[in-house]
């Protein structure tokens, strides 16, 4: 079976395997205040063009947004997310465990616009009633969004404006953020990312790491004490150097970039076979998540020889489908599955 169902089934690029076994017998200082995570925290700051950003490594991608959450509400505040967006469908309540309400908005694309977010804070304070209703604080965002879209430049920096005048934190879910960084219709940098946002993440689990995140805070007063959240929260790792010389790897020599060009370009190919044989999308999604809509006669012979993502039913006879590359695919895999797409559906 072939699996194109995620981009995390495999373990990592074989240069973290290399360095994690040259740094086995080291002893390094716990909870990532080590020599090895100082320099990937170095790397982040280069990258991003600021000396003045804090850099944290937490294992996953729920526990950063639920430590980044609670770390920038109070009691009666939430966040604002797309109806579609991770932590408000996918992170079974996280956030709300925390003792935050997600204000989940829908949206046609899966991303939110600044237009939606003005609207629902306008709706909040202009309400004679408003202490008796959750406080709009924060906006979340998924770059790219669950659907495999992406937000342009623009569109950030209009949101970032909304944020602004309605004094709300900006927080981009970064876990694919290097298939979206890759994307061939993105303008978007990690510079503007430390420009525009309150706090973002560089994803590392779905992007080639064993595990973990590199959360990147622009705004001083969450970065204050934000080791704090971090123990609370149960995401202070013992032994943190495992999560620093992950991302000291990844963020060596363009290597990131490269592993997630690698991908997208896989995923413009298995694109291009499914338009070539009439296959529409539900998302026009230009980085490493396509979204078929398949006939379900054609899934059960994909079923044959792939795993893939089963979705939304379209209608009675066609159904979503979700194939995703990954650092790990290999050109091989990519050829046996649009061969198996002009055979089935051409």
């Not at 699996?3 to 716990?30: K, M, S, V, W």
């Not at 003045?52 to 991608?61: I, N």
């Amino acid at each position: 079976m072939l699996r194109f169902e995620c981009d995390y089934t495999e373990g990592c690029i074989p240069e973290i395997l290399e360095a994690i076994a040259r740094e086995n017998h080291t002893q390094l200082q716990g909870y990532s205040e080590d020599t090895v995570t100082e320099r990937a925290r170095a790397k982040v700051k280069a990258l991003c063009g600021r000396d003045d950003l804090a850099v944290h490594f937490l294992v996953g991608g729920t526990q950063a947004n639920t430590t980044v959450i609670a770390a920038a509400l109070r009691h009666h505040q939430g966040v604002i997310a797309a109806a579609q967006g991770h932590i408000a469908c996918h992170e079974t309540g996280a956030i709300e465990a925390a003792g935050h309400k997600v204000i989940a908005l829908p949206s046609d694309t899966g991303r939110l616009t600044a237009r939606q977010i003005d609207q629902v804070c306008a709706a909040h304070w202009f309400d004679p009633s408003f202490e008796h209703q959750t406080q709009p604080a924060m906006v979340y965002l998924s770059h790219p969004a669950e659907n495999g879209t992406i937000y342009s430049l623009s569109e950030l920096e209009e949101i970032r404006a909304v944020c602004d005048k309605w004094h709300l934190f900006l927080f981009l879910d970064g876990a694919r953020l290097g298939y979206a960084l890759a994307s061939p219709r993105n303008d978007v940098s990690l510079q503007d990312l430390a420009r525009l946002t309150d706090v973002f993440y560089i994803g590392g689990t779905k992007v080639g790491a064993l595990f973990g995140e590199a959360v990147v805070i622009s705004h001083p007063e969450l970065a204050r004490d934000f080791r704090y959240h971090i123990k609370q929260r149960g995401g202070m790792l013992a032994k943190g150097w495992l999560l620093g010389l992950q991302f000291d790897v990844l963020l060596e020599n363009d290597r990131y970039m490269a592993i997630s060009r690698k991908a997208v370009a896989q995923a413009m190919e298995i694109k291009k076979a499914f338009e070539e044989v009439g296959v529409s999308f539900w998302s026009d999604s230009y980085t490493n998540q396509l979204f078929p809509i398949l006939p379900n006669e054609a899934l059960k012979q994909f079923d044959e020889n792939y795993v893939y993502n089963a979705g939304e039913k379209i209608d009675e006879g066609h159904t979503v489908a979700r194939f995703c590359t990954s650092w790990a695919t290999t050109d091989a895999q990519v050829q046996a599955l649009i061969a198996d797409i002009r055979r089935i559906l051409g």
